[in-house]
């Protein structure tokens, strides 16, 4: 995963432009005057078209290719590229600190993003729920609020992200369950004898070939965002993106996918399988399914490569590294934290003492 800070100046003072989020403006950090994006080069076509993926792993076109340098973080393995003059600064993904020496870059060619979703909640907003975030955590260490607030600043990023669409046809045998019930008698222990139901599962043969066609699957290409990444994804709604271009990124950091195309659709296929399963199960229908076999086919795959935005804050505690994210456009949110050992052992005590003061009042 590569990064970089997008930057566009003010037409006013020259000063650093940053994508008001929400807007279509981009405002100056200095003179804070209002830049209106110039959308006459976007271009829509590019956004919309969709890649041929088996074409493309065996041969990417040259025009859709860029190169990008970054500088590994030894301690997540997040790969960020810095202005020239930056010789130290931490990693956005885990807090660690990094070096940066003039041998330790490295280069390598990326595919280039077709469109970006913009950054809808602002930094302020994205403060206040991380300070909302930190306050409401139970069995919290009791310095983490001052830990986190000092070692983690909230960054705007843009992550990259895989978006595959594919039709499938799925062929498959199995057997259909449908419940009935009989009635057996026994004896009850004070030697009555008594009438209960009985289930049993009736078995039916059953084949049939299923349809579905995937859209917008999205899968991720950065490695180091965990779980709590992967919930997020889910939310970003893909009517708001526009085409990829430097206006919208401006002031943010962005990243270069470290998952590939095939790598990626791997984890697509995963995916797929279990929605697939979940169709043949309907198909099948009655009370129980089994599937014994199922011989999928995927066409047409295609695939885009987009931008999506992600405020971040990573802090350590005690030498660990803890995140915590925003979904930039949808305002969701998403976090790992430390725990309190002596906290969580107080209330178990208090838990315990509880249980034995109601069993001593209770004899």
């Known amino acids: 995963m590569a990064e970089s800070q997008n930057q566009v100046k003010c037409r006013q003072c020259g000063g650093t432009l940053m994508f008001a989020p929400g807007t279509t403006s981009l405002q100056c950090e200095f003179c804070g005057a209002m830049n209106e994006i110039d959308k006459s080069n976007w271009d829509y076509a590019a956004m919309s078209t969709k890649h041929n993926f088996l074409a493309d792993i065996s041969n990417i076109p040259e025009g859709e290719m860029e190169v990008v340098n970054s500088v590994k973080c030894q301690c997540c393995g997040a790969q960020t590229t810095f202005s020239s003059n930056v010789v130290t600064a931490n990693c956005d993904f885990c ?189 099948i229908g009655g009370d129980k399914q089994e599937i014994d076999t199922k011989d999928t086919t995927e066409n047409n795959i295609e695939y885009k490569h987009i931008l999506a935005p992600l405020w971040i804050s990573a802090f350590r505690y005690e030498g660990k590294s803890y995140r915590f994210m925003i979904n930039g456009q949808t305002g969701d949110i998403s976090g790992i934290r430390p725990y309190s050992k002596a906290k969580i052992a107080i209330f178990i005590a208090a838990i315990v003492a509880i249980i034995a003061l109601i069993v001593i009042l209770l004899r």
């Open 95 to 283: 807090g660690s600190p990094i070096t940066i020496k003039p041998d330790s870059s490295t280069s390598s060619s990326r595919i280039k993003p077709q469109g970006v979703i913009p950054f809808m909640v602002t930094a302020d907003q994205g403060r206040n729920k991380f300070n909302e975030w930190i306050k409401g955590l139970w069995f919290a260490p009791g310095d983490l609020i001052n830990r986190a607030s000092m070692e983690s600043g909230l960054t705007g990023m843009y992550i990259p992200y895989w978006l595959y669409y594919v039709d499938t046809v799925t062929r498959y045998t199995g057997k259909r369950g449908e419940k009935y019930y009989t009635e057996e008698q026994y004896k009850a222990e004070d030697g009555t004898m008594k009438t209960k139901k009985v289930e049993h599962i009736r078995w039916h043969n059953a084949a049939g070939t299923v349809y579905k066609n995937f859209k917008d699957l999205i899968i991720s290409g950065s490695k180091t965002l965990g779980s709590e990444g992967e919930s997020l994804q889910k939310k970003f709604k893909f009517e708001g993106m526009v085409p990829y271009n430097e206006q919208t990124l401006s002031g943010y950091k962005s990243e270069t996918y470290s998952v590939d195309l095939k790598e990626a659709y791997k984890e697509a296929q995963k995916i797929m399988a279990e929605e697939i399963k979940d169709e043949i199960k309907k198909d």
